[in-house]
């Protein structure tokens, strides 16, 4: 069956409430979910975990969801009732690609040890009917690796593996990551749409995992609004801008978003035209300071550090500056924003260049990022881009269907060999 008929599948299924199993059965008895976020470098796949969370509470009564979040931040996040938030202690990236811990004073195999720990002992305790991981099959520098083990030789708990639309990242390799998904994984949920990238076939993988893949639809980020508490909701009135036009800027987590938030506060923002520039928790502070030094006393440029649900402010902005990670796109796309999108990374430049294709957002790269770049893209004529008609994003809405399949498929309770039980370190 291929991806069009899966998902026509899946909508007549939706539309007929067609189910295997009682619909009582599932709706209203304890159903227990876990969420598994690496984090790291921003808040992106947190974000996407709380909305999975958000419309798995929604769609299912009985549930109760326990997310295990990497960042200080998760825990600030509106969540729905049912649903709580397990914080590990955090780890930061640095320029050359490796790891350190972010805030305590111990060493990184120490740290991992510590991590890996306290997520096997939480999902021995929670008991999960589902694992939900997103990203990477085994977790940031292997700490789900035990678990999994555990998951799938002593419990009859299903694994599902989330990914974005491109994988084109340093951190995620076909070959490396196939096995570990062969063995512990259930199914694996593509959160995208193959018209803008068929992450399935570009990514070559072996026939036996396509079969257990699937392409949900993008999840469309306006849903967050349902939980926006009437004090998120006045973040924009809160900054005391005067009456115009809203140019908002992102640059996700921050860590490496300098260039173009300097880039941002330094281009000539058009008459009657307001800017907003949310920098992330994870800009390094100096870069902060610069930032503040340069708008103060602007009448119309305002900066902002960490905010825990920025979708009002995409819901209010007349256009967007950003960068170009996933839940960023999938925000800006969700709301039909002008868009100007300048990648940083490999991945970012693929899902970039392929909205760009397609005509539903604009593309700078790093080497042109200048002041009067900005300036200049936020001087043009730009229609907003009738994304909903071009692409797919259904994904929420598809989620409790491709759940139920999950929960009532076959058990892996044969297992290939026993479990040890001794918690191992993960491996960096």
């Known amino acids: 069956m291929n991806n069009g008929e899966q998902v026509q599948t899946l909508d007549n299924r939706l539309d007929g409430r067609a189910r295997e199993i009682s619909e009582q059965q599932l709706l209203h008895r304890q159903l227990r979910i876990a969420l598994y976020s690496p984090g790291i470098a921003g808040l992106g796949h947190m974000r996407r975990n709380l909305l999975l969370g958000q419309t798995l509470v929604r769609s299912f009564p ?27 202690p955090a780890l930061r ?65 299903r694994c599902v593996l989330g990914l974005r639309d491109v994988l084109e990242n340093p951190a995620w390799g076909r070959h490396a990551n196939e096995e570990e998904i062969r063995d512990y994984y259930d199914a694996v949920w593509v959160y995208g749409d193959p018209a803008v990238y068929d992450l399935i076939r570009e990514q070559d993988f072996s026939a036996d995992l396509r079969d257990k893949m699937c392409y949900t639809g993008y999840l469309d980020q ?14 924009l009135e809160k900054l005391e801008l005067p009456a115009g036009r809203l140019v908002l800027c992102v640059v996700g987590g921050g860590y490496d978003g300098a260039p173009l938030a300097e880039a941002f506060v330094q281009a000539d923002l058009p008459q009657e035209t307001n800017g907003v520039l949310v920098t992330g928790p994870y800009m390094p502070p100096e870069v902060r300071q610069r930032l503040r030094r340069r708008t103060a006393g602007h009448p119309r440029l305002r900066v902002l550090e960490f905010i825990p649900e920025p979708a009002p402010l995409f819901q209010r902005a007349d256009r967007v500056i950003a960068m170009g990670g996933y839940n960023t796109v999938a925000e800006v796309l969700s709301f039909e924003k002008p868009a100007l999108i ?20 604009d593309v700078l790269s790093l080497d042109h990022l200048r002041p009067g770049s900005l300036t200049e893209w936020m001087l043009r004529d730009i229609d907003p881009p009738l994304v909903h008609r071009r692409i797919d994003f259904q994904g929420l809405s598809r989620l409790p269907v491709l759940l139920e399949d999950v929960l009532t ?9 026993p479990y040890g039980g001794a918690l191992q370190h993960a491996g960096v």
């Not at 498929?409 to 060999?417: I, M, T």
């Open 62 to 88: 009985g549930a109760i969801i326990l997310m295990i979040a990497e960042a200080r931040q998760a825990c600030a996040f509106a969540m729905p009732s049912r649903m709580d938030c397990l914080s590990l």
């Open 93 to 157: 990236k640095l320029p050359d690609g490796k790891c350190q811990p972010r805030y305590l004073g111990t060493s990184l195999p120490d740290l991992m040890h510590l991590r890996a720990a306290v997520i096997h002992r939480a999902i021995e305790a929670f008991e999960p009917d589902v694992l939900i991981a997103d990203f990477l099959p085994r977790g940031r520098h292997g700490e789900l690796g035990t678990t999994l083990e555990y998951l799938r030789f002593r419990t009859k708990t």
């Open 222 to 235: 306006r849903a967050r609004l349902e939980c926006v508490d009437e004090e998120e909701s006045r973040v």
């Open 342 to 361: 300048v990648p940083r990374a490999l991945e970012q430049s693929v899902r970039a260049e392929r909205l760009r294709d397609m005509g539903l957002v």
């Open 409 to 417: 498929g076959p058990c892996h309770a044969d297992a290939r060999r």
